[in-house]
């Protein structure tokens, strides 16, 4: 018997063929469960009392969660290319707009996991001095399955439906050996007003979508078990938000930007590194942002930002290298 441990996992992106290595923090986390349905039923000995009987025949989107520090080397590019890009489809001749999916697997001492059909839902980038540099990601998938397992007696990966030899698909894409983490501080401009005395920064990317009703009662009558469940297949995007939090101290110097508000400004972030080049840029224009002040042993003023279009945001993201 053999235990499957977070810290020995390896997370993979397989997506236009290609296959990523993506390495994580302990923030992984994947699972997918199935919705109940339940109905009264009345019991021969008593017709007045009530017992509950249910059905299920139908899977929730599958949820994950992982953490990557951003390296100076860039190779978690892909993350954000998956979380920013659209790609439009016509279906009817209406068009719409979806995210661009992958497939995720997960890679433990004795089984590989399967999350097919990824979107990433929402990231989460914390710009501070103090912290390596990395990106919060969440997204949802169409269904998690075991996909193989280790066969101990021929030491290789066997499928796990019919006892093939099995390995990930995609072509890994080169490395390297280098993997430099990077501490970077944030640099702030609203409207060419640089902004001084920063504390840290925060920058939310949202992505807001709806999975379309997959259930039918013909495809629920045949449904046997997990293997044959009704699982979902499309979803659109009802909204996407950028949105974050810029903190500084109050001094002498920017007391001017005291209690202040716009609804059509355009903003800077970056995140540099400790020799002053740029490694990471986002430009929202326009952008609204309301700022307040916080009393405390220092006097801190916080400005709350968020974009006002989202239309382009794959161009927003001017720099990352």
């Known amino acids: 018997m053999s235990h499957s441990f977070l810290k020995e996992s390896k997370l993979y992106i397989v997506y236009g063929g290609n296959q990523h290595r993506i390495y ?6 994947f699972s997918q469960t199935f919705a109940e349905d339940s109905y ?26 992982f ?24 279906e009817s001749d209406i068009e719409t707009q979806q995210l661009k999916s992958f497939d995720m697997y997960i890679e433990t001492s004795s089984t590989i996991f399967k999350v097919a059909d990824c979107v990433i839902t929402s990231a989460d980038f914390n710009f501070s001095p103090r912290e390596q540099f990395k990106v919060s990601v969440d997204g949802q998938g169409t269904k998690l399955s075991r996909v193989a397992y280790y066969d101990t007696s021929s030491n290789r990966w066997d ?8 390995t990930i698909p995609g072509t890994l894409i080169s490395e390297g050996a280098s993997r430099t983490p990077l501490q970077v501080y944030p640099v702030v ?26 259930e039918t009662l013909n495809k629920s009558l045949a449904v046997t078990g997990a293997s044959n469940a009704m699982y979902p297949d499309t979803y659109t995007v009802n909204n996407r938000i950028v949105s974050g939090e810029v903190r500084q101290y109050q001094t002498n110097n920017n ?5 202040d508000f716009s609804t059509n400004s355009n903003i800077i ?3 540099n590194r400790m020799d002053g080049t740029t490694f990471w840029q986002l430009q929202i224009n326009p952008a609204m942002f309301t700022s307040r002040m916080t009393v405390g042993d220092v006097y801190v003023q916080s400005y709350d930002f968020r974009s006002t279009d989202n239309t382009a945001l794959s161009t927003r993201i001017t720099q990352y290298s």
Do not use: C, R
């Open 269 to 271: 972030l970056k995140g």
């Open 24 to 29: 994580t923090d302990t923030a992984l986390s």
């Open 67 to 90: 953490g990557v520090p951003l390296t100076a080397e860039k190779k978690e590019a892909v993350i954000t290319e998956l979380l920013s890009e659209l790609v439009a489809t016509s």
């Open 159 to 166: 499928d796990a439906i019919d006892d093939s030899a099995y």
């Open 255 to 259: 007391i001017t930007q005291f209690n």
């Open 40 to 65: 009264p039923v009345k019991t021969l000995h008593d017709q007045s009392k009530m017992m509950e009987g249910t059905t299920i025949n139908k899977a929730n989107p599958a949820q994950f969660s």
């Open 189 to 214: 401009s609203i409207d060419s007003l640089d902004m001084s005395s920063i504390i840290g920064m925060t920058v939310s990317i949202q992505n807001d979508i709806e999975w379309t009703p997959y």
